[in-house]
């Protein structure tokens, strides 16, 4: 059962990718009126087709791996002449090299939008369907190995609002913004702020050849010697009706400053004292929208493994609104992508482990562990691997989409086409570097099961 959960999550995985990005071809190719030949899913001998009134033929291919689609190309007639049997004097007249080079750009061009597309469309259901848990990093300790290029250094509580001028609230930003360091050498500046500062504080890290092995960048704050818990804010997500803060008067995205004579820093704060005070009347100090107001608030009681506690009838984390989900959609996918260019530089320059590099092993255990984690696990991959899929046919590697732009780019610079032969080595070259990827990255995936 658990292999086959694996392959029915890897099939319906790549199956939506390939689709998706050759879509985007297919359709700027049918608006620009090139007629395609074939519209495939999956590679090699055709077990399923059917054909559309445009005379397109769409197959189901015997290998799952990856898609094509075929356009009529004034080279294919000449090869195969034919085909033009088959064709109508319009769709001879309207080949894909016929066309305009913004044209056949734009196709070129197409499928990588798409998964760009569907990377943020993904990314926008994720994040209007889930909450936002207000995390924020908080700096446990820093080892005596760091070495400070500021005034200032790390202290406990902490509050990390930036690295080097980019946003980090999860884990996940903070392990990226690191690992795009790798091989640095100079400041990592850090952006905090500390309890009873209004104003954030700058502090710099000195670091030499950073990140330089594998076992490094698997946690590169270890390797820093800095430890961070992430720590919910203060801020009301949704408020029980009928419960002891929405008798109060207390209202989603109030940030809770003070119960009684506490401080509070953190959610885990509130639970605290709330929950030492059942059955009392305690003032809450409150940011409402910038407004410092004060509530008396009648915490509530429950029984607990015995014993009452507190309750004030509120959850933490707060909602999105559809436009912020769409800004943060595209913020990720753009974040995303660039990170995925800047490991993909630091592999070639030598600066982060090549073993990282996955192949179809690897994507579909990947996909069956998510799927078996969940729905939003398996789509946030599915979001993952998109961007990856996008960013990796933008390389100018021949027989990839971005070679090919780039070699309309020079087309457009010499005014003409580069010399059959010369196109022959170069596709020839560029579908070897495709092979012996594809190869490694097996190798990678074979060699974590050994």
């Not at 054909?51 to 799952?64: C, Q, R, V, W």
């Not at 319009?90 to 499928?111: C, H, V, Y």
């Not at 709330?274 to 107001?293: L, M």
Request: net charge negative; hydrophobic share 45%; with cysteine.
């Amino acid at each position: 059962m658990t292999y086959l959960i694996y392959i029915l999550a890897f099939a319906v995985l790549l199956g939506v990718l390939v689709t998706i990005h050759e879509f985007g071809h297919f359709i700027v190719a049918r608006m620009c009126k090139v007629h395609v030949q074939r519209f495939s899913i999956g590679m090699g001998p055709v077990f399923y087709k059917k054909y559309d009134k445009h005379g397109t033929e769409f197959a189901l291919s015997a290998i799952p791996l990856g898609g094509y689609v075929s356009m009529i190309t004034n080279k294919l007639i000449e090869l195969e002449p034919d085909i033009s049997n088959e064709l109508t004097k319009e769709q001879l007249k309207n080949t894909f090299d016929s066309k305009p080079k913004w044209q056949r750009a734009s196709i070129m061009f197409a499928g990588p939008l798409a998964n760009f597309l569907l990377s943020i469309f993904i990314f926008t259901a994720i994040f209007f369907n889930t909450i936002d848990p207000q995390i924020v990093p908080v700096v446990n300790s820093a080892d005596q190995q760091v070495v400070y290029s500021s005034d200032e250094s790390f202290e406990v509580n902490d509050k990390i609002l930036s690295i080097n001028n980019t946003s980090v609230k999860e884990a996940k930003d903070i392990n990226l913004e690191l690992l795009s360091y790798a091989g640095y050498t100079g400041d990592l500046n850090f952006e905090v702020v500390r309890d009873g500062y209004e104003n954030s504080t700058n502090v710099a890290v000195q670091v030499q050849n950073f990140l330089p092995t594998s076992e490094s960048q698997s946690n590169p704050l270890e390797y820093l010697g800095v430890s961070i818990s992430y720590l919910m804010q203060p801020i009301i997500g949704k408020v029980i009706s009928g419960g002891s803060a929405d008798n109060a008067g207390l209202m989603s995205n109030d940030r809770i400053l003070k119960i009684g004579d506490a401080n509070v820093n953190f959610a885990s704060d509130i639970r605290k004292q709330v929950s030492e005070n059942p059955n009392n009347y305690v003032e809450f100090k409150i940011d409402r929208d910038g407004e410092i107001i004060y509530l008396p608030v009648n915490i509530g009681s429950q029984i607990q493994e015995n014993k009452t506690v507190g309750v004030l009838g509120v959850s933490f984390g707060t909602t999105r609104s559809l436009a912020q989900s769409v800004s943060k959609g595209i913020y990720e996918t753009y974040n995303l992508s660039l990170k995925t260019l800047q490991f993909i530089g630091k592999m070639i320059t030598g600066n982060m482990g090549t073993e990282n590099l996955s192949g179809p092993i690897g994507i579909a255990q990947m996909a069956g562990n998510t799927a078996q984690a969940g729905f939003l696990p398996f789509m946030y991959l599915m979001a993952l691997l998109s961007i990856s899929l996008a960013v990796l046919n933008l390389l100018p590697i021949p027989v990839l989409d971005g070679g090919q732009l780039t070699l309309l780019g020079i087309e457009a610079i010499r005014g003409k086409p580069l010399p059959e032969k010369a196109e022959n080595i170069i596709y020839t070259g560029g579908a070897a570097i495709v092979v012996m990827l594809m190869v490694f990255a097996i190798f990678n995936d074979i060699s974590r099961f050994l």
